[in-house]
């Protein structure tokens, strides 16, 4: 296997596109600009953030998603906002800026209660393509850092619909749910590999920052 760290999200860009991701991940010659649904998205995580680690109010136009929130909070437990995991290439627990580390991510909400445990993904999309892939890889970094933990409910919790959607995952899976990235894990290494990045052509391209790209007509 070649030497790239991954997280979540960079694997599904390189699903969505690889010639995307080597462009903003590897050669890095373009950046992503945030878009103003993304600059929310980021400043509710913090005020979610703020208001489960330290108990800050949230300001008037948060307020929405105080009851949602209230009711996680009620769970008992150990909470974590934004708690930070990372594995190394053995899969096993380190620290978030382990140079040695092979994947890492952030929980928006982790409680551990004994051998349970609850993991929530704050989303303030919309909810109808939701994608519950990303809570099977937080389960797998939680099961490897909390090892008295055998069960994780799991959730994406879309603030602004104020739905919720649940998986469970059990540590006697963990190896099969791993099984569910190692295709695309092979095809991505196979890219370092080869230094094979192809493009992948959707409708999504007219938001692409890769202007050079053949198929971006913005
Ligand atoms: S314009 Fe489309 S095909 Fe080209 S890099 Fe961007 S997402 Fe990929």
Redo the contacts with the bound molecule.
Sequence with gaps: MSDFTWSYSALKEYEN?P??YY?IRVAKTYTVIPSEKMIYGTEVHKALEDYVKDGKELALNYLRFKGAVDELIAIPGEKYAEHEMALGKDKSPCAFDDPNRWVRGIVDLLIVDNDYAFIVDYKTGSNRYPDPKQLRLMSLMAFAHFPQVNKIKAGLLFVMHNTFITEEYKREDIASSWGKFTVSLARLDNSYITNTWV????P??RF?P?KT?E??RT
Aim: charged letters at 20%; aromatic letters at 6%; a positive charge.
């Design positions: 596109c010639k995307k462009e493009a992948n052509s959707t999504l391209c692409c890769v790209c198929f971006n």
